[in-house]
């Protein structure tokens, strides 16, 4: 274990930028080599500014406007569906097509229009055409949900249109922005904006999502627990089938 | 999994195999409710088996708490040092002074600032020695990769580096005897790493005429010696002969 730690040591020493080789010492008998990160005061580093060259800003690069009510001749009243919140999103929906910064949902809900409207006015008030481009990842609302009047009993049918909302799953990407900005131009305005939202949901950039999925990897491999869930349902140990869903059976306690 | 204990009821096999149930309500969208404030109890023994299927870390074979509450083993050997264009540039004019200059050396600096520091430049630079500062990273990357990188092992602490172009290591100590907040640690001369004994030896050394005079003085003295030596019993006969003809 002390060979180790000296290998760790040298190999550490070569790579800091505080150029005196870290020695390990003994601490109890036992070789122990000081932690890796040293702050002092030094040198500023003046970072050389990515380039963005590579982005294009489209014509028109603000948020659409969305209806309140779809057009349709007939409007007809639909069931609770819930199975549209369940689950995970496609995989085309939880991937960031500019590449750039985005909202991400990180549990299931319905957006209503106000939500729709407060996104829209937020970021195209905040943004700058000239750098910036906005872009809409989810549908206008499309789903009817009905309510009955104020103070009736039960019975009578079911109620009118009151309403409409997208079903939003997990993992899925509500807005995207992008530009020839850094992440702390865009950072608090899409913060501002996951916070008001009906779910859960976090600000996101492609660096974020790569490294956890590397992560999620890392995590599969190097897992020291000789079960998981997966295989406890699968194999129906210990008789747990009676006390097991059927969406578990299918995602294994990631969603419900 | 876990460490052997005596199993006496079942109570204590719950409490062995998992300890903790963090898992007992989960948000569920069960039957027509869209409402997720209400949640739904997860029966005892899907708790109980998604704590024992709960993901393990592998063991940390690091000692100190600092290290284990660090970066992760591989995230380390992935650190690089930080591109900094500055540094280079500093390190890079630094080299430049190291190698063209007769004469650098290294002066430790303790609480020495303001009238006394202009003072001591202006008095060196009567005799055409500049004073620099130079971090101790940049200078550790300009001596890197030169003949001179056992360097390092000054690069401690505060240091000035006092460079001219012709090795004038006498005029250096002279002002530096008067000066007490600054004291010699060693230096480049005329390519040689010295240490602070050494250059006062050299500073001691008389000029290259002089020493060219002796050289030459003691190459020659055996030569003078045999002629002297060859000639010597010839004068003395003519010497004596003379004394002889002056008498007679």
Redesign the interface.
């Known amino acids: 274990?002390s060979v180790?730690?000296r290998r760790?040591g040298n190999?550490?020493g070569h790579?800091?930028?505080?150029?005196?080789l870290i020695q390990p010492h003994h601490?109890a008998g036992?070789q122990?080599?000081?932690?890796?990160?040293v702050l002092s005061a030094?040198?500023?580093?003046?970072?050389?500014p990515r380039n963005y060259d590579h982005v294009e800003i489209p014509e028109q690069s603000k948020l659409k406007f969305y209806q309140r009510v779809p057009d349709l001749v007939k409007h007809v009243r639909e069931p609770?569906g819930?199975k549209m919140?369940?689950g995970p999103a496609d995989p085309e929906q939880t991937v960031l097509i500019g590449k750039q910064y985005g909202i991400k949902a990180l549990?299931?809900g319905?957006m209503r229009w106000g939500h729709f409207e407060m996104i829209r006015l937020t970021i195209n008030r905040r943004m700058d055409t000239k750098t910036m481009w906005a872009k809409w990842r989810i549908e206008a609302p499309y789903k009817p949900l009905t309510k009955k009047g104020q103070g009736h009993r039960m019975g009578g049918g079911k109620g009118a249109i009151d309403h409409y909302v997208t079903p939003i799953k997990q993992d899925r990407i509500i807005v995207e922005m992008g530009g020839k900005i850094d992440f702390e131009v865009v950072h608090p305005m899409l913060r501002e904006i996951a916070q008001k939202l009906p779910f859960q949901a976090k600000v996101v950039t492609q660096e974020m999502l790569e490294e956890e999925e590397r992560e999620e990897e890392w995590?599969r491999e190097?897992?020291?627990?000789e079960?998981?869930?997966e295989?406890?349902v699968k194999k129906n140990?210990?008789g747990?089938s009676?006390?097991?869903s059927k969406y578990?059976r299918e995602w294994f306690?990631k969603y419900? | 999994m876990a460490t052997l204990t005596r199993i006496s009821s079942a109570a204590t096999a719950v409490r062995v195999v998992c300890p903790t149930l963090d898992h007992m309500v989960t948000q569920v969208r069960y039957r027509k409710t869209i409402n997720t404030r209400s949640k739904k109890h997860i029966s005892v023994i899907k708790a109980k088996l998604l704590a024992v299927t709960k993901w393990k870390a592998p063991q940390d074979t690091r000692m100190t708490m600092a290290e284990r509450c660090g970066l992760r083993e591989e995230r380390m050997q992935e650190t690089v040092v930080q591109e900094n264009p500055l540094r280079d540039l500093m390190a890079k004019e630094a080299r430049h002074v190291l190698e063209t200059s007769g004469m650098v050396a290294v002066l430790h600096i303790s609480d020495f600032s303001g009238p006394d520091r202009r003072v001591f430049c202006a008095k060196l630079k009567e005799s055409d020695i500049t004073v620099r500062f130079w971090s101790n990273s940049v200078a550790g990357l300009a001596v890197q990769d030169t003949p001179y990188s056992t360097l390092t092992t000054l690069m401690v602490g505060m240091n000035m580096y006092a460079h001219s172009l012709n090795p004038q290591v006498a005029p250096l100590l002279k002002v530096l005897k008067v000066t007490p907040q600054v004291s010699l640690l060693g230096g480049l001369v005329d390519g040689l790493l010295m240490s602070k004994a050494d250059m006062e030896h050299y500073a001691q050394l008389p000029s290259m005429e002089q020493c060219h005079g002796e050289v030459v003085s003691v190459l020659s003295a055996g030569v003078s010696q045999t002629s002297q030596l060859l000639q010597n019993p010839l004068q003395q006969l003519s010497r004596n002969l003379q004394q002889i003809s002056s008498s007679a």
């Open positions: 274990m180790l730690l760790v190999h550490i790579n800091t930028s505080k150029l005196c601490i036992r122990v080599c000081p932690p890796v990160c030094g040198l500023k580093n003046f970072p050389i609770r819930i919140l369940r549990s299931p319905l995590r190097n897992n020291q627990n079960f998981t869930f295989d406890v140990m210990m747990c009676q006390h097991i578990d306690g419900q």
